[in-house]
């Protein structure tokens, strides 16, 4: 089996489409149908049911797929290892981070990270944090830039970078308005605008709320907190956000009693290599630290 192959494989049960993963590994579809036919060839079975436009894999496939990802990380992990011995900081970087730490954090660090290191391809990738966590789970990316998660997998390794402490803002137009310091309970009696349910965001709020006997009420959720800042100026209700994202668009409060902080970092995979690219990227952003 040739490594092409097997990628060819994984890109088409990721995506459930032949159309997509070829445009995802940048090759042509007959391409990456010959490559998956070969396959099938070789192992004298089918690895996907074909009905209709819909791709499913086979009995076959889903115990294909597993060891395939096993042995693509291997084979990358072992790249990483050789190229390491060079010393050089070169190659390409793939990184999963979220939106906002794309917006708030990673500016300055990504400016001076590609003014020094200019023989680093990175390959950028923004996403939620907890599916930045999959990828590198899956050895999709080599290191995440993420929320860290309060129940780490036991696959992931996590660095602590930054503090984000988490404060309750409204509107301009708010009830709350004119006051400095809000009762926990009184949040409950307005409606809340929070991170999506399953987040590590959305569990820091949820866990603090839970310590008082409290359920927010949550009108709306969303994965993204800068949609979250401005449905809160528009006066759509109140909401809990990092204090980075202050200004005088919105109206930020002290909570009694609610003092709760997420921290943000780097994930990698405790069982594969960093490539001298990701070690240079982790020695940076300790340096950015609060």
Sequence with gaps: MEITAL???????????FSIAADKIFITQP????RIAILESQLSTSLFDRIGR?????EAGRALLPRALKIINEVDDSRRAIANLSHKIEGKLSIGTS???????LPPVLREYIQRYPDVELDLNFMDSEEACRAVE?????????????NPNEHLNLMPVWKDRLQLITGKDHPFVGRKM???EELAQHPAILPASGTYTRQLV?????????????VIDTNYLETIKMLVSVGMGWSILPTSMLDKTIVSYEVEPFNISRQLGSVTHVRYTLSNAAVAMQEMIKQTHD
Excluded at 31 to 34: G, H
Excluded at 54 to 58: C, D
Excluded at 138 to 150: A, C, D, K, Q, Y
């Design 138 to 150: 899956r050895g999709e990316v080599e290191l995440g830039i993420v929320t860290l998660p309060l």
């Design 31 to 34: 391409a990456i149908s010959k």
């Design 99 to 105: 939106h906002h730490i794309g917006l708030h954090r």
């Design 7 to 17: 990628k060819a494989f994984i890109a088409v049960a990721e995506n459930s489409s």
């Design 182 to 184: 809000i009762k926990i």
């Design 54 to 58: 819909q791709i499913q894999l086979t």
């Design 206 to 218: 949820e866990n603090a709320f839970a310590k008082c006997g409290i359920t927010p009420k949550s």
